[in-house]
């Protein structure tokens, strides 16, 4: 299975691009053992449209645009669950399980994802209910999913 991070925003060069950047290798690399084949990022320009709810659907066009068929879209939302990274883990590992070529981890602009996502989206996520700069979610986004594959793989990273 293939694991994606599709982001509003580009995060430009600098800390928090490496660091999301490690994590993001980190979990291809180590993912390929247990079955991911590869875990990679794809940024989308915020849109620039004047109202809220335009820019949420124009981001959310951009999101989905060449999503692979029977993708799993997992949402990040402040509304959404908020799951222990054993559960996260666990969400990956049944989605691999039963087949799903690929998942996606959906990051949307600061206004928030458009509808049309949001009724795609297999799961929605909360990183908790502060709310976070899209660099800092990208980076708690690879990280989970580095620490999803470690749970699964049953490396010592992750200590409950």
Do not use: C
């Amino acid at each position: 299975m293939r694991i994606a991070i599709h982001a509003v925003g580009k995060l430009k060069a600098g800390p928090e691009r490496e660091l999301a950047d490690r994590y993001l290798d980190r979990a291809d690399k180590a993912g390929r053992a247990i079955g991911f084949s590869s875990v990679t990022a794809r940024e989308i320009i915020e849109s620039r449209a004047r109202e809220a709810l335009q820019r949420k659907e124009e981001e959310a066009r951009g999101l989905l645009a060449d999503l692979p068929p029977g993708a799993l879209l997992i949402a990040l939302d402040e509304r959404g669950d908020s799951p222990t990274s054993e559960r996260f883990a666990e969400m990956l590992g049944q989605a691999r399980d039963r087949g799903t070529p690929n998942t996606v981890l959906m990051i949307g602009g600061p206004d928030g994802h458009g509808q049309e996502l949001l009724s795609r989206a297999g799961h929605r996520i909360s990183f908790g209910r502060l709310t976070w700069p899209h660099q800092i979610v990208r980076i708690l986004a690879a990280e989970q999913v580095y620490r999803a594959v470690t749970i699964l793989s049953g490396h010592p990273y992750h200590r409950p």
